[in-house]
């Protein structure tokens, strides 16, 4: 599965360029073909279905390495690397990363600094973990993905409504649980993500993010700023607790996309056996030159990747939102001529005729085009971006009756 095209073409683009690239998939192919040898459709993305057809497609041609950044199915492409004797995490791990309560018992067991927590199956047991805690607490769905199913909850009487729609939440494999809600202690500090590579359970970061959320009480993620010179790749502390949740975890190979929050000391609110979302590591790879799909696709078949730094900038991405609920498009698009030259994607990410609502209706899906930003400094990003939203044209189709 390669998700959205307009999200992450630009790392099937540069795994292509050196390794032959076979797609297991739910529907045929189509703007993915230019990059693919071949591809299987697939009745579903179970790990028994998907190991059958690996196992069918290896016994034609070897494979190499296994690669997947879809959250739901990262613990899938695990089993199957190791069906097949290849560089892999352990499965076990890997749903250490996608079950957050395991996750979270494991740096508990482990005595590093997160938030407190509590899991919980009702209302009541929700309410009595926040009591404990103490308001505000952060209320998520135990396995879901991308801030989908999370908010902040600062008294008792908004638990009701932020318990059903975390305990609602729900993404492809994610298994029924009892108790499917965490209830956690609210961090006041900036956030920040790193995406790194680990190899024989040796962490290396390469990226980090510092994130822009909207929409309270919940946690739409609206932009991000990433550079590879960031002050925490050189702290020590920082570092080292990088490290050490990566150990308790058990992760020993493959690409991560770690968030943290800074409270003031870093605290660990989760770690993905994954590659970053929203863009993110396509940022890193504008900023240092570092390019990720080669480095991931190195990784999945035991090579060492290349992690050498090519330059020295920062790189930002922007997401916009529709003014009012149900706005029916009629069109999204940049004026070319308005944009500085500091961005280079300006993108629409809708297509004509679609209803899209800003959050909280339309958290996660509310998006309607991003622009990302290339420069020597975060403020000339930030300048660049503001003018590309000042550049969005968007027209709303009106219903003739």
């Known amino acids: 599965m390669t998700g959205l095209q307009n999200y992450r073409e630009y790392l ?30 697939v009745a579903a993305t179970d790990t028994d279905t998907l190991a059958v057809a690996a196992a069918e497609l290896n016994a034609r041609e070897p494979v190499s390495g296994v690669v997947c950044w879809d ?24 749903w250490r990363c996608r079950d957050k309560y395991q996750g979270r018992s494991a740096l508990a067991l482990a005595g590093l600094a997160q938030p407190e927590f509590a899991l919980a199956g009702t209302l009541e047991e929700a309410l009595a973990a926040a009591e404990n805690i103490g308001y505000p607490v952060v209320v998520k769905p ?19 409504e932020s318990f059903a729609f975390a305990d ?119 900023a240092s030159g570092i390019d990720p799909g080669l480095a991931l696709a190195a990784l999945a078949t035991g090579a060492e990747p290349a992690l050498e730094v090519q330059r020295d900038l920062v790189a930002a991405i922007r997401f916009f939102y529709p003014e009012h609920d149900d706005t029916v498009i009629d069109s999204v698009k940049f004026d070319a001529a308005a944009l500085p030259a500091e961005i280079d994607r300006a993108v629409a990410v809708v297509m004509p005729g679609a209803t899209v609502s800003p959050p909280p209706r339309g958290l996660l899906m509310g998006r309607i085009a991003y622009a990302t930003a290339v420069a020597p400094t975060g403020q000339e990003c930030v300048a660049a971006l503001d003018q590309a939203a000042k550049a969005l044209r968007i027209r709303e189709r009106t219903e003739v009756r």
């Open 168 to 286: 609602q939440a729900t993404v492809a494999h994610m298994p029924e649980f009892d108790q499917s809600v965490l209830v956690e202690e609210y961090l006041a500090g900036p956030e920040v993500s790193v995406d790194s590579v680990v190899v024989g359970g040796r962490v290396t970061p390469l990226f980090v993010g510092r994130k822009q959320t909207g929409y309270p009480p919940y946690f739409e993620e609206t932009g991000h700023v990433v550079t590879n010179h960031d002050p925490l790749l050189r702290d020590p502390a920082f570092l080292t607790l990088l490290q050490d949740t990566h150990t308790a975890l058990g992760f020993t190979h493959g690409w991560t996309h770690a968030e943290l929050k800074l409270d003031p000391i870093p605290k660990v609110i989760e770690v993905n056996a994954r590659l970053g979302g929203d863009m993110i590591p396509y940022l890193g790879m504008a």
């Open 142 to 160: 135990r396995a879901a993905a991308a801030s989908y199913g999370v908010s902040l909850v600062r008294s008792a009487e908004k638990m009701a």
């Open 71 to 94: 959250e739901s199915r990262v613990h899938q492409a695990a089993c199957v690397a190791a069906s097949l004797g290849l560089p892999h995490t352990p499965a076990e791990a890997v």
């Open 12 to 41: 099937l683009a540069s795994i292509s360029a050196r390794y032959r690239i076979h797609l297991f998939t739910l529907t045929p192919t189509t703007w993915e073909d230019p990059y693919l040898v071949g591809s299987t459709v």
